[in-house]
């Protein structure tokens, strides 16, 4: 993944909520086209930074960084960024699936009311996305029912397509598979590695199996600090530092 081109590049990333230091001092390269998982235990900053690559940790009371994000070559955090655009073009995937309460086919196009006027595209784009979250043949004859007819697995991969329906740059996954079972989360997984043919993943996970399935890299937080950041296949098996062999082989976390 190395050979491809760089798709964010964080510097020297602090966060702190109040008075807790969150992140400290965070330095990554994230690649085009590559899934990179990012594990640890509880409390080690994974979501925090997560949330911190299309701003949503602005929401959140007593939020404040230094160091910089860049992405299309530009630092997010400038004043001049549309935040709006931003979280379109990169795109996040949360733990617990939320349809909205309206049919599939509604739930997919969604986010392309009021920015594509044709009907003919957004049929297309919903179709397109469903397709690519392995979700379409399952419900293309029952687009107009409502989403919360599906199963938690269906509306895990239903908001996966209305993020996809948006044509995002890069996507974000926040222990999509805590609550599902096995098959789902195997359909799932088999979403994400097609789909890094076409976007960036990045992936928090608490399931480090699911990283070495899934992932192309994968880096390692504790207590707000990267660890360490390789090839996947290398972390899991010739880590550099003895806290990730502890956390990997179940010491701890």
Not at 57 to 71: A, Q, S
Not at 174 to 194: N, V, Y
Not at 243 to 253: K, L, P, S
Request: proline share 3%; charged share 25%; net charge positive.
């Amino acid at each position: 993944m190395v050979d491809n081109p760089i798709n964010i590049e964080v510097k020297d990333l602090n966060v702190w909520f109040k008075d807790i230091h969150a992140l400290k001092g965070i330095n990554l390269r994230i690649y085009k086209n590559e899934i990179l998982s990012i594990i640890g235990p509880a409390n080690s900053g994974k979501t925090s930074f997560l949330r911190t690559l299309n701003r949503l940790n602005d929401l959140t009371d007593g939020f404040r960084m230094t160091g910089k994000v860049i992405f299309d070559g530009k630092d997010i955090y400038s004043k001049d960024i549309d935040v709006n655009l931003l979280r379109i073009k990169i795109g996040m995937v949360f733990a617990l699936p939320i349809p909205l309460p309206f049919s599939i086919f509604d739930n997919v196009a969604y986010g392309l009311q009021g920015r594509i006027k044709n009907n003919k595209e957004i049929n297309q784009r919903v179709e397109k996305a469903l397709k690519s979250a392995y979700l379409w043949e399952e419900v293309k004859d029952r687009l107009k029912e409502s989403a919360y007819k599906l199963s938690g697995g269906q509306q895990q991969r239903l908001c996966i397509a209305r993020t996809l329906a948006l044509e995002p740059q890069v996507i974000l996954f926040d222990e999509p598979c805590s609550g599902l079972d096995p098959i789902s989360t195997a359909k799932i997984e088999e979403a994400m590695i097609r789909l890094k043919n076409d976007y960036t993943i990045i992936l928090v996970t608490n399931n480090t199996k699911q990283a070495a399935r899934v992932s192309d890299r994968t880096a390692f937080f504790l207590s707000g600090e990267l660890i360490e950041t390789d090839i996947t296949n290398k972390i899991f098996t010739a880590s550099m530092d003895k806290r990730t062999e502890d956390y990997i082989t179940g010491r701890f976390g």
